[in-house]
């Protein structure tokens, strides 16, 4: 077993399941002291006898595809019981094809839905639905007495000890929870057995403060069965169990460790009319839920089968959950009258606390506590999200305990902290909640260092500035809290979160108690390993002088979820594509929700080649594009070399005018083999050119399965817009053109769980340029000194831009409402156009750059993408010629565009355009002067345009200072 695997899994993952079945009691009266479990009814099987499933199988040790059926549709023959014992492995394996036959034997009542996923000969993984199950915890020497003293609760109030005094049916299996003790004699043991169904929606309240109700989130468990002629629960239950993990781990399967939680399911036959009743045991282990599944995919380990039992590897359906409605959940039933004083126990490094009851609130379950030596380590995750913060900050936490020394035993708890947002310093817009989520611990020592926060990539992103100004620069508040117990799974409960904060705050403002209400925070103190009479927190910063309540906004009782929250099919995965074909060696830079990842892409040489004509859909653009590639890879080219193709191929499509989508202009690349990045192949084709990254760039990606369609491509680019603009208060930004969409592909276009990519360009843009001539290196830069030599500033430059991608404009000269510029040295292409500088005319001179600068020139070089800033020159006109009547659509426009430095720098030639209209320029450097216009949409930007120019030409009038009267630039 892989130690480092199971520790994730450990601290991260939520608890979860209902299993089993287990044989209904009737109702009649049952014997508090007896260890069978009451008499089993006549009532039909509930529900799950379809459900059975196999521990005992054929010869060759394996399912037929009609026993798949069975187990699928509860289609089962009767299977004779055999009266001989357990074998030294606790099995019986003579003569039996399946578990499920047996357990629809005992289960003549209602048991809970389950699943066989797949087995093996010695245990099968089954998944068990989301239910709600009624517990009692005690503590005990003995694993036998504990368990008959929670059974005895449990009984108490299935026959009416509940304030509706409701008698109710047994139900199967009666469970017991437990694990060995580690630092203590005593035993901690759970008895638990699914609510009534027909309880669901209001089940009665127990007596008996010590008997909760918990839902039970969907779980898969390992399940073994051991069988003898009476209730197995002491000794030989926990024999079993140490083989059960002994076995687990001869098997390498992923489970908590040899100390966790394991489960003894009991199936009672004493009403079955047997003259020797016997029990059917089941030993459960826990393998994964929904919440630990969630932290694998995040961090990209399902498609490596790691966390997952060995035969559901490459098994789709264990991307799909189900999780309870969240409005089906009865959230008052579930509330604790009592908290739990055992659930922080060794190894854990338990927090040390005072705590008092709140007199003044009508609630003993709400407490003050002052913290005496708590540590913690955090992280704030770039989320919107409750969900994400809770599944993706474990792999960063446990990295820094691994780094530091810090065993994970040491932890005794998840923190989750929601922050509710600061509009008046991180904007209206994006996020509506910050999370941070620690690990806490006890051994601190008071002072500010006992609470440590993760640093964010500073280069990518910062933390937002509520979280920073949430205890006025401090890393924490004080040491006093108020805190709530609940129960319950927090990650499958955000309204029992949510209902359970509001009433407590509501309680203790009717109190006159001063608190910080703008964030709460959620403390898990088990593993998800354990299903059962699960204990938490809710925690509220105390403000007891009431002198820190200036600029707090009010919590609003809502925590937002991600959209793979309910989401019920698996994250795409990668699978061997890239072990089949060569792929960029890309890194994650960052991983956020919904398939969404920063990418770092290496410095690389890409071979591109244009559509050559007119395509309605991104399919066909990408096979005309493609053709040009698949011939040069297989040695059209001057050194007649065959290569193998690379993935994934990249595509860029250029929308055309609205009405007429179907002009597009299609740019599709392959990454060049690493055997010939040094020394590529020269294409003798025309319509292939060689690109190269010199620099390492960012993007962002994501992922999606489907073909390639116009409409699905664009509606993952808004999804993905969408989910980057809410993450603008870390310090997210991007670029992108809003007619221009940047996809790669893994698959053919026509195959219909192909794998996609789109692509969005962070801050440092994809650095491509035309393929520099052989011999020549670049040199480093010792002319160009005017900065140096004059007293100049930099022009500012937007954001997003950088040296590649921005030309450097010096700022010669400020006047009070207007500057002088000075351009240096360029080369490049201007378009001549008449028309209005909006809408299809003013997007007409555009679209001939765009091509020019993807190939469309007499060399059909590609050159790459335009750089910054582009110039349009608007022609003024006289007053007489004004009064004429020239309207603004009748004006003369040039718009122009530079070339890349490597044109100045290596002397290239510039290459001839096609398009009519259209020239090149080569200068040596110009003035000008000029006026800021900001914040100009679309529709108002020829008004404003006219309007600036002409005020900049009466303030040079003015002060009788020379400029070109004809031509005017913006």
């Not at 690109?691 to 960012?698: A, M, T």
Request: glycine share 8%; aromatic share 10%; charged share 30%.
């Amino acid at each position: 077993m892989n130690p480092r695997l199971v520790w994730a899994i450990f601290l991260l993952v939520l608890v979860a399941v209902s299993h089993a079945v287990h044989p209904g009691h009737d109702s009649g009266e049952h014997d508090d002291h007896s260890h069978s479990h009451g008499d089993t009814g006549n009532n039909e099987h509930h529900d799950h006898g379809d459900h059975s499933h196999s521990d005992h199988h054929d010869d060759d040790g394996g399912h037929s595809s009609k026993e798949h059926d069975e187990h699928k549709h509860g289609d089962h023959d009767s299977h004779q019981d055999h009266e001989h014992g357990p074998d030294e492995h606790g099995d019986s394996h003579e003569g039996h094809d399946s578990h499920e036959s047996e357990l629809k034997e005992f289960c003549r009542g209602e048991c809970p839905e389950f699943e066989v996923l797949c087995h093996t000969h010695d245990y099968d993984v089954r998944r068990y639905k989301s239910a709600l199950w009624i517990s009692t915890t005690v503590s005990d020497p003995s694993l036998y007495q504990g368990h008959v003293r929670g059974w005895n609760r449990l009984h108490k109030y299935i026959r009416g000890g509940n304030k509706e005094g409701v008698k109710m049916p047994y139900t199967a299996p009666l469970v017991t929870q437990t694990r060995q003790p580690q630092e203590s004699p005593f035993h901690e043991v759970t008895v638990s057995m699914p609510l009534p169904k027909d309880m669901a929606k209001n089940p009665p309240t127990p007596n008996d403060p010590h008997v909760v109700i918990d839902l039970v989130p969907e779980s898969i468990m390992y399940v073994k069965k051991f069988r003898g002629r009476a209730a197995r629960v002491g000794f030989v239950a926990e024999r079993e169990a140490k083989k059960f993990f002994t076995l687990l781990d001869h098997h390498h399967e992923p489970f908590h460790g040899m100390n966790d939680y394991f489960y003894i399911a009991q199936y009672d036959s004493s009403r079955s009319g047997s003259s020797d009743p016997k029990m059917y045991n089941e030993i459960w282990v826990f393998a994964i839920n929904e919440r630990t599944f969630k932290w694998l995919e995040f961090n990209d380990l399902v498609g490596h089968g790691e966390g997952l039992p060995h035969c559901l590897h490459h098994d789709d359906r264990i991307g799909s959950w189900h999780k309870m409605d969240q409005a089906d959940i009865p959230v008052e039933a579930l509330a604790r009258r009592q908290c739990s004083e055992t659930y922080c126990e060794a190894p854990k490094k338990c927090p040390k606390y005072s705590a008092k009851v709140v007199k003044e609130v009508d609630d003993e379950t709400i407490t003050i506590r002052e913290e005496k030596d708590l540590k913690a380590v955090g992280v704030v995750p770039l989320t919107c999200n409750y969900d994400t913060a809770m599944h993706s900050t474990p792999g960063p936490l446990m990295q820094y305990l691994n780094k530091t020394g810090i065993p994970l035993s040491d932890v005794a708890a998840t923190m989750t902290a929601i922050v509710e947002k600061r509009d008046d310093i991180d904007g209206k817009e994006g996020c509506g909640k910050f999370y941070k989520v620690y690990f806490g611990m006890g051994g601190g020592s008071g002072k500010p260092e006992d609470d440590y926060t993760l640093d964010l990539n500073e280069d990518l992103f910062h933390a937002p500035k509520t979280i920073k100004a949430l205890h006025g620069g401090e890393a924490t508040g004080g040491n006093n809290y108020y805190i709530k117990c609940f129960g319950g799974n927090a990650y499958y409960e955000p309204t029992t979160v949510t209902a359970t904060s509001k009433m407590t705050m509501e309680k203790l403002r009717d109190a006159k108690k001063c608190m910080l209400e703008d964030h709460l925070t959620v403390i898990e103190y088990h593993s998800q390993s354990r299903l059962f009479d699960r204990f938490n927190e809710i925690n509220i910063d105390a403000d007891l002088d009431c002198s820190d309540q200036e600029g707090r906004p009010e919590f609003t009782f809502h925590l937002p979820l991600s959209k793979s929250y309910n989401r019920d099919e698996a994250k795409p995965v990668f699978g061997d594509r890239c072990t089949k074909y060569e792929c960029p060696e890309m890194s994650i830079a960052m991983r956020f929700e919904n398939n969404l990842r920063l990418m770092k892409h290496p410095a690389a040489k890409w071979v591109c080649s244009n559509s050559t004509d007119v395509s309605c859909s991104y399919e066909q653009a990408w096979e005309k594009a493609l053709q040009p590639i698949l011939s040069y890879i297989n040695g059209k080219n001057e050194d007649n070399v065959r290569m193998d193709m690379t993935r994934p191929l990249y595509g860029q499509g250029h929308t055309g005018e609205k009405g007429n989508e179907c002009v597009k202009t299609f740019t599709l690349c392959m990454y060049m083999p690493k055997e010939y990045t040094e020394n590529p192949p020269k294409p003798i084709d025309d319509n292939i050119g060689l690109r190269s990254g010199d620099k390492e760039s960012y993007w962002f990606q994501s992922v999606f399965v489907g073909q390639p369609t116009s409409e699905r491509m664009h509606k993952s680019l808004t999804d993905m817009t969408e989910q980057l603009d809410a993450l603008k208060p870390f310090g997210v930004d991007y670029s992108i053109d809003g007619q221009e969409l940047w996809f790669g592909g893994y698959d053919d276009p026509d195959d219909e769980q192909g794998l996609y990519e789109i692509i969005v360009v962070d801050q440092q843009h994809i650095y491509w340029k035309a393929e520099e001539a052989e011999g020549e290196e670049d040199e480093e830069e010792t002319e160009e000194t005017d900065k140096h030599e004059h007293d100049w500033v930099d022009l500012p430059k937007p954001t997003g831009c950088n040296d590649e991608t921005c030309l450097e404009i010096h700022v010669t000269k400020e006047h009070d409402d207007f500057m002088e510029i000075h351009f240096p040295k360029t080369k490049g292409v201007c378009q001549w156009s008449k028309g209005c500088l909006k809408g299809s005319s003013g997007r007409s001179s555009f679209l001939p750059l765009f091509k020019y600068f993807n190939g469309d020139n007499a060399e059909n070089e590609v050159i790459g993408d335009m750089t910054s800033p582009i110039v349009v020159q608007v022609k003024t006109y006289s007053e007489e010629e004004e009064t004429e009547g020239v309207t603004s659509c009748d004006r003369e426009y040039q718009t122009c565009a530079r070339l890349p430095d490597a044109w100045i720098d290596q002397g290239k030639d510039i290459p001839k355009p096609n398009g009519e209209g259209m020239s090149t320029f080569d200068n040596d450097g110009a003035d000008a002067y000029a006026i800021s216009v900001k914040g100009v949409v679309d529709t108002g930007l020829e008004g404003t345009l006219a309007e600036r120019v002409t005020e900049l030409g009466q303030k040079l009038a003015e002060k009788e200072l020379e400029f070109d009267k004809v031509w005017k630039t913006n």
